[in-house]
């Protein structure tokens, strides 16, 4: 696990109990390059981009409505997970959006409910301005989704890794 996983199995015992709150990235600026580090790791790398390019983008989600907005679930103090709330996220469907892209818990957090909450973060995003529905795409976390209320809606690729597209309707 590398230094941008803040949160450690002992400090994580301690918090679980903290109340969970969600905040948009443009209003804690200095949480871009934890979150940068977290994204870059989990889906950014693998594709070849530049950790840069991830801290720019999340640097520029600050929509007050509309894309781009950037979530980070805190457990108190301690930042725990993301999600955003993008107009494209996968290059071979620029047909479909908006996106719920980059959905990410710290794996001492996972269990705990962290990705519906961010889920519905974004949900509410869309909603708020005018979406009727949205679109993800992900390799392995179908179940996940259909558990929230997302259905499957083909397949593709995304740096030549094969994903499920899902869309739910708001």
């Known amino acids: ?8 199995a002992e400090a994580w ?26 994204l870059w790791d989990a889906f950014w790398q693998p594709g070849g981009h530049r950790l840069e390019e991830v801290r720019e983008i999340l640097a520029a989600a600050d929509a007050e ?31 479909i959006g908006p996106w719920l892209a980059g959905l990410y818990v710290v794996p001492e957090a996972r269990g705990q409910g962290c ?20 679109y993800l795409h992900t390799e392995d976390a179908q179940g996940l989704y259909e558990g929230l209320g997302w259905y499957a809606v083909g397949e593709g690729s995304d740096h030549g890794r094969p994903v499920t597209i899902m869309r739910r309707d708001l």
């Not at 903290?18 to 600026?29: H, K, N, Q």
């Not at 108190?76 to 996968?90: V, Y």
């Open 65 to 95: 409505i509309g894309t781009p907005q950037s979530f980070v679930l805190m457990a108190g103090e301690i930042p725990c997970g993301t999600a955003s709330f993008m107009s494209a996220d996968l290059e071979i469907r620029n047909d």
């Open 115 to 134: 990705a519906q909450r961010l889920v519905t973060a974004v949900e509410e995003a869309a909603r708020r301005s005018g979406e009727k529905a949205l």
């Open 1 to 8: 696990m590398s230094q941008a996983h803040a949160v450690r």
């Open 13 to 38: 015992r301690g918090i679980r109990q903290e109340p969970w709150r969600i905040l948009r990235i443009a209003d804690r600026p200095d949480l871009v390059p934890l979150v940068a580090n977290w």
